[in-house]
């Protein structure tokens, strides 16, 4: 869900290596070639910032308490992702997606702290200025792992790095599949709810369609976020001028009372063309 980096000039790029052939693209969105999933970054011009060394995560001397090392990643990624915001109608500080990825596998059952790490952590490489090397080096090479598994290529498109999340889907470790499930469930969600200013219905059901590929595939990894998915996708709606539209058209079922509820009420209210924004707050 990233809007790739500027290319900085320089050097020719190495060639790509070669991939499997693209599913489908009535699954990916081809109507916007020039975008990814990208319900995420707001301000993705961090990337190209210089590394700030003004404050340390080195992983302390000796034994850490879950407690506190939890903390230190969350601040970690809170110090990385600190001028980000999704593109909903709240401009959400970026910081609670993936605070939310990692409750969403504590609250389902997982108690391994690697993964909910890495959940917090799933896209400091790939959306800030940050490496692998950096990972290893604070949080450990285990932590590590997980997080190169659910980083994306940024020198690929919107349209291949979806292709790519379906090939190598079932390759990943089960870890990884477990931090992808709560990725998906919580942009799912978050979508349905209110989706990123200026999506049409076409764009948010490529989506749906698009991520149930990929969640079906790690599905194994985790039933219980499994189950959750799968109830989201035959129920999920979404509200575009004033009409609601089923988020998944291939499997979800009639609109409720109760999935009504859930859409976000503002953007029910949005007038065409309106880009609504909160107030912003200064302290």
């Not at 391994?112 to 490489?125: C, E, G, K, M, P």
């Not at 219980?224 to 509200?239: M, S």
């Amino acid at each position: 869900m990233n809007t790739p980096p500027p290319e900085s000039s320089g050097s020719t790029p190495a060639p790509a290596p070669t991939r499997a052939a693209a599913p489908s693209p009535s699954y990916l969105g081809l109507h916007h070639p020039h975008h990814d999933d990208d319900i995420r970054l707001h301000s993705p011009a961090l990337r190209q910032s210089p590394p700030l060394d003004e404050r340390q995560h080195e992983c302390p001397q000796g034994h850490e308490p879950p407690l506190a090392l939890m903390l230190r990643t969350v601040d970690f990624a809170a110090y990385k992702h600190r001028c980000q915001r999704r593109k909903d109608l709240d401009q959400t500080p970026y910081i609670n997606h993936t605070i939310a990825v990692a409750e969403l596998l504590s609250s389902t059952g997982v108690t391994d702290i690697r993964v909910l790490q890495a959940a917090v952590l799933h896209d400091t490489v790939e959306d800030t200025h940050t490496t692998i090397d950096e990972v290893i080096r604070v949080f450990g090479p285990e932590v590590a792992a997980i997080v190169e598994e659910c980083t994306d290529d940024t020198t690929l498109s919107g349209l291949e790095r979806k292709a790519e999340q379906l090939r190598t889907a079932p390759l990943k470790s089960k870890e990884a599949q477990q931090v992808k499930l709560a990725d998906k469930l919580h942009n799912l969600e978050s979508i349905s709810r209110s989706p990123p200013v200026g999506w049409t219905v076409r764009r948010v059901q490529a989506y749906f369609v698009w991520a149930k590929q990929v969640t079906d595939i790690c599905a194994p990894s985790h039933p219980p976020l499994a189950e959750r998915l799968q109830r989201l996708y035959e129920t999920a709606h979404t509200r575009v001028n004033g009409e609601y539209f089923p988020c998944h058209p291939d499997v979800c079922g009639p609109l409720t009372d109760e999935e009504k509820k859930r859409v976000d009420p503002r953007f029910a209210l949005c007038a065409a063309g309106d880009k609504p924004c909160p107030s912003p707050i200064f302290f």
